[in-house]
């Protein structure tokens, strides 16, 4: 039997891997359940966008179709369409034409797309982590801000916007997103995303709810803000932060709690305290200076059991948000930031399907990870990347049988995209010359 629907992919993936092993139905544990059926009917159900029509591509299946935009990055719409088999009929040969498909998305919206992300970020990023994943029992959490291009139309430009510089508007409309990233798995917990012409702080207000309980969240300068640290510390129980100090901080110490270590006063400018009322005329943070000059602020008020040093060395962590946001354009794009889709509501429909890709992707690979006792992190993304994909290039020409145990050879087989552990290495900032492309001649002065 030919293998075309995804749906049978799933049902086929859990009939295989019941077999090697009990499920936990609050850890999703084989791949065969990232994605289950009843989760994508939910979030259509959800949204009102459940097809009533039988079409050649009824609703699930656009879905699994933003998705493979974002997994097959240089095929053609219809080309992905074949190649997972999503079309309803009785001959493989039959695809719907591409404008078909471009008004099945139109169809779709967003929104289904944004609830099913939210559905499997909740299940996937509450899992438990090793104690080497936590920071002294907190979940290690980074935000931080990327930018994506877009096709240049006027109605993106509209919608949208684009970069200034001095030499005029920038060449592409730009989406400017904010992603809170689990620093251990890599796996996005929430994200928020519009015009590039509003800020990262203001997109960051919209992931305040989003970070659990007992986590420490890292930031850089740009998102330090009384009215944003504050809502994010008291948004629940043990939700602490920690950023770099900006070199034009004002404060005052109320009480020393060690060498480089207080307990600082800040004031709140009038601008804030405008804007935000409830703001009071000061608040208070622990400031951390380092013998190298550098400056840390955060939450952790308590000196034991958070050792300044400590805290120090763990702002750190914040550079896997970045490794994370190169791993979706460089791996997943090609290079190639330009998304594909021509229109703006399509164009936020894309992006929450590349969520949901690199999500699937940063799943497995946790999985796969925990079962060989490395990190996540230890694996190469590019190289898993490419296997998963190749898996469901040919998914299609198996049996149903036959694909599962293709991805559990893949996770047998997994050691071969180890990585060597990480170095401890400082990399200080330092202008290098820039190379001439001809050799300078001097000027004879005779």
Known sequence: MVFHEPLALISALQANFDAVGDLSPAAFDRFSQLIPAAWI?????????????????????????????????????????????????????????????????QRLGEAPLAHLFDQLSRAWCTA???????????????????????????????????????????????????????????????????????????????????????????FDRAYYSAAFLLAWQHAGEQRHWLMRA????????????????????????????????????????????????????????????????QVAVCYRERWEIELGFRDIKQAMQANDTVLRSKRPELVRQEIWGLLIAYNLLRWEMHQTAGELGVPPTRLSF?????????????????????????????????HIYLLPARRQRSCPREVKRRPHKYPTKNASLS
Not at 387 to 395: D, G, W
């Open 41 to 105: 009917e939910q979030a259509l159900q959800a949204t009102g966008t459940t097809s009533l029509r039988r079409r050649r591509l009824p609703a699930e299946r656009l879905i699994w179709l933003v998705i493979g935009l974002a997994l097959f990055r240089n095929e053609p719409i219809w080309h992905i369409v074949r190649q997972l088999g999503l079309a309803l009929g009785t001959e493989a040969q039959v695809v719907p034409v591409p404008s078909a498909t471009v008004q099945g998305r």
């Open 246 to 309: 900006k070199s034009s901080l004002r404060y005052e110490v109320i009480r020393p709690l060690g060498e480089g270590d207080a307990w600082v006063r800040l004031p709140v400018s009038p601008q804030a305290r405008r804007q935000h009322p409830q703001l009071p005329t000061f608040w208070e943070a622990r400031l951390i200076l380092c013998p190298s000059g550098r400056r840390y602020l955060t939450s952790l008020a308590d000196a034991v059991r958070y050792p300044a040093d």
């Open 128 to 218: 438990p982590l090793p104690t080497a994943g936590l920071f002294h029992g907190l979940r290690l959490l980074a935000v931080d801000g990327v930018v994506w291009s877009t096709p240049d139309t006027a109605e993106h430009r509209d919608v949208f916007g684009a970069g200034r510089s001095q030499h005029g508007e920038g060449s592409w409309p730009q989406v400017r997103a904010v992603c809170l990233m689990d620093v251990h798995t890599h796996l996005i917990r929430a994200a928020a995303f519009g015009a590039y012409t509003t800020g990262e702080l203001s997109y960051a207000h919209d992931l305040v709810t989003a970070a659990p309980d007992d986590s420490l969240t890292i």
């Open 382 to 414: 590019q190289g898993f990347t490419r296997a998963i994909v190749a898996e469901l290039r040919y998914a299609p020409l198996e049996t149903p049988g036959a694909f599962p145990k293709r991805l559990a050879r893949l996770r047998q087989q997994a």
